[in-house]
């Protein structure tokens, strides 16, 4: 019964964090989305915050969406079912395509297409064309429904 009222707990604090961000602070939040309170959103320009649906931004990731020195407020996007890693960081006028999974501590200096896996500093595709359901997971995938990549099939 606790771990009930806990979860549903959980799922309220989060709808009013969502909430919040959406109509004080203007940014565009999907439904379903889970950002961590540890996150850090860019509330210089927080317009420019776009996240799509059933994303989650987990804690010490960075979204920037100004530069201060070069003067610029660009918006900053970001697709569904994505997963961003804990200390991960998107600079400004990113793009991030739907069903991308962003490595732990990565630097995300330009655009990353879909169903893309990326990581590093500057952040570069390691694998492309992956499957992922919501919050970018991939574990719950039978094997025959991941993606067969040309690096595993030469091997």
């Not at 989060?14 to 999907?30: A, D, E, H, N, S």
């Not at 317009?47 to 003067?71: A, C, L, Q, S, W």
Request: aromatic share 8%.
């Amino acid at each position: 019964m606790l771990a009930r009222i806990r979860t549903q707990l959980y799922v309220a604090r989060q709808v009013f964090y969502r909430t919040w961000l959406r109509r004080v602070w203007g940014m565009t939040i999907g439904e379903g989305v889970r950002i961590s309170r540890k996150a850090n959103l860019d509330y210089t320009h927080p317009k420019g915050v776009h996240i799509g649906e059933y994303t989650i931004v987990t804690p010490g990731v960075h979204i920037f969406t100004h530069d201060f020195v070069r003067r610029v407020h660009v918006s900053t996007y970001i697709g569904s079912n994505c997963f961003l890693g804990a200390g991960s960081i998107i600079l400004p006028g990113v793009t991030i395509g739907d069903h991308c999974v962003i490595a732990a501590g990565s630097v995300v200096t330009a655009d990353v297409p879909s169903r893309s896996v990326v990581g590093g500093n500057p952040a570069k595709v390691l694998k492309s064309n992956i499957k992922t359901g919501p919050y970018g997971i991939m574990g719950n995938l039978q094997p025959h429904e991941l993606a067969v990549f040309e690096d595993d099939a030469q091997s």
